[in-house]
């Protein structure tokens, strides 16, 4: 990243990077995985949106999942976390962004 100023001058926007993982039977919904992702990805330079956040004492699943979408499609990647093949949310989340040409790599590849 360049990190040149807009005429505004402000800093360009850093871009947004998803975090898709398995929540539903983890540990504390799988919550410090997510914030070690986070971490690693805004210190490699991104905006990360962790789901956690988006959500906060959501319990039901479809009305999270469109809180989660919501953000999603507003992202310029997704990175996911180990097993998120097995999520039905982290899967449709991942089908999505293919179909919307949101380029999807394992969260540790944004570098």
Not at 20 to 28: D, I, R, W
Not at 38 to 46: A, L, M
Not at 74 to 100: H, Y
């Amino acid at each position: 990243m360049s990190g040149a100023v807009l005429s505004g001058g402000e800093a360009p926007a850093r871009p947004r990077i998803y975090i898709a993982g398995p929540m539903t039977g983890k540990l504390n919904l799988n919550a410090d995985v997510f914030a070690q992702a986070e971490e690693y990805i805004r210190q490699n330079g991104y905006e990360p949106v962790n789901p956690h956040k988006v959500h906060p004492g959501v319990d039901d699943w479809q009305i999270a999942m469109r809180h989660d979408i919501a953000q999603l499609v507003m992202c310029d990647g997704v990175g996911t976390l180990p097993g998120w093949q097995e999520s039905r949310g982290a899967s449709l989340e991942v089908f999505l962004a293919n179909q919307l040409g949101i380029p999807v790599k394992p969260y540790h590849h944004y570098q």
